[in-house]
């Protein structure tokens, strides 16, 4: 719902990493003319400057194009910009020139891995291909912690424990105090494995000390299922899906059918991808627990999720009667109304939930985000809305941001101008705020400054969606 916690997808760093640690070495001994175009290219990556660093490795390739190392180049920019299967295209070019078979390996490995998390349908083919991919680096002799990471949380996505298992042992032996490895060992071997505290204790992370609670009990001989259960719901808070639907398995396991455990295996699973499973736990949990909210609530997220949205709202309206003081369940019956188009039952549902949550940011900027998506700009409920959302976050660079797209809707551009600058300041990095300045340069007859601006929204976006948006406002 609320987008200004902004954390970032580890693997564009690593790959980043990558592409500026080692990849290019093969081509340092080039011609001058080549080295200076090799550096120009990795200057724009660095940078962020993608459409330019793709046009430079283009013409590295076209100076030596039976080289690989232009492909990897392109295949590092590519991962970092989001844009999968163009790293998957560079990287069969390299391999076609000759890349090393482990480097090749290894970025693939990154590449399905974003795949997994960009997109929800291809979550489980995306990790079994990174964990493939990362195995078979690994064998070729990658060994790197980053690549070995990987490859542990690829097999827990793909609900291999006792890979992951091996993958983070392996991790150990080369660095012995890494406290991630160590925490998801515990975490694995909670309930099953004496060694788990052990893992707990060397890790010393907040995850660790919250299970080590778990592991120890209130008085030491807490049943099974009971730690099992404790377990899933610690992992499931700190957003660690596949081991929390591993302890809420295990608890199934060792007690019977419950509805409420059945109803956070079933969102875990969602999250990961396995959508037929989800849904059969979910429907149980429904049916086992009827005047229950959770249930109902997970149940509408997972039809959200998978984009059948009438039976979303059907299960947040449910979930509604049960629990009438809920913003969230407003807020979500709200955005499935206007999914659909129906704006003015829209905002009664998320002005609702506005008066029952005033003081939460998340409601203001879907409400500002409503608005403004929509172009209801008509008695300044877009600036209200930003503005309450300005008061509630004055350090998020998104608030800024919609204040400043509010403001160049409604012809406020010296406002604009103000949020928008704050919103860069605040965040450099912010591919929306700079597509909205393009934005108020256009409305501004700054075409130049427009473009620029567009450009670097492009280069910036992660996601995907901003290149339509600049071809349509063009």
């Avoid at 204790?201 to 919250?210: K, P, V």
Wanted: hydrophobic share 45%.
């Amino acid at each position: 719902m609320c987008s200004i916690d902004r954390s970032q997808f580890p693997i564009s760093r690593a790959v980043l990493t990558l592409l500026v640690a080692g990849l290019m070495l093969a081509v340092r001994s080039a011609t001058d003319a080549h080295a200076a175009l090799l550096r120009q290219a990795e200057t724009h990556a660095e940078r962020g400057e993608r459409t330019a660093a793709v046009a430079a490795y283009g013409r590295l390739a076209e100076l030596r194009p039976r080289s690989p190392a232009p492909h990897l180049g392109l295949a590092g920019v590519y991962l970092a910009w989001g844009r999968v299967e163009e790293a998957l295209e560079a990287l069969a070019e390299a391999e076609e020139r000759g890349a090393k078979a482990v480097e090749v390996a290894r970025l693939r490995a990154f590449a399905h891995a974003r795949r997994a998390e960009r997109s929800v349908e291809e979550r489980v083919s995306g990790w079994t291909s990174a964990a493939e991919h990362g195995a078979r680096a690994v064998a070729l002799g990658g060994s790197d912690l980053d690549l070995r990471a990987l490859v542990a949380e690829a097999h827990l996505a793909s609900r291999d424990w006792a890979s992951a298992a091996a993958a983070y042992e392996a991790m150990v032996r080369v660095d012995p105090s890494h406290a991630v490895a160590h925490e998801q060992l515990g975490a694995l071997g909670l309930g099953v494995d004496r060694a788990a505290r052990d893992h707990l204790l060397e890790a010393g992370t907040d995850l660790s000390h919250r299970l080590l609670v778990v592991l120890d009990g209130p008085e030491g001989a807490q049943p099974a299922r009971d730690r099992h259960a404790a377990a899933g719901q610690v992992l499931f808070q700190h957003r660690a899906w596949a081991l929390a639907a591993r302890h809420l398995e295990l608890a199934l396991e060792d007690g019977g059918t419950d509805g409420l455990i059945l109803a956070y295996l079933g969102h875990a699973l969602d999250q990961m991808g396995y959508r037929r499973e989800a849904q059969g736990h979910l429907r149980e949990a429904v049916e086992l627990a009827p005047s229950w909210v959770i249930p109902r609530t997970f149940l509408g997220l997972h039809h959200d999720r998978w984009g059948s949205i009438g039976a979303a709202r059907e299960a947040y309206e449910k979930a509604y009667d049960l629990d009438p003081r809920s913003a969230a369940l407003c807020l979500e019956i709200g955005q499935t109304w206007a999914a659909e188009g129906r704006y003015v039952a829209a905002e009664v549902w998320l002005r609702e939930a506005a008066s029952l949550d005033p003081e939460a940011p998340a409601v203001w900027e879907a409400l500002a985000r409503f608005y403004l998506n929509h172009h209801i700009v008509s008695n300044d409920r877009a600036v209200a809305a930003t503005e309450r959302l300005l008061s509630l976050a004055p350090e998020e660079a998104e608030a800024h941001d919609l204040r400043g797209w509010a403001a160049i809707q409604t012809g406020g551009y010296g406002a604009a101008e103000t949020h928008l600058a704050r919103a860069l300041e605040l965040d450099p990095d912010l591919a929306a705020a700079y597509y909205h300045l393009g934005l108020l340069r256009d409305a501004q007859g700054r075409e130049k400054d427009a473009e620029r601006a567009f450009q670097r929204a492009i280069d910036l976006d992660t996601e995907g969606g901003l290149e339509g948006l600049v071809e349509r406002s063009n």
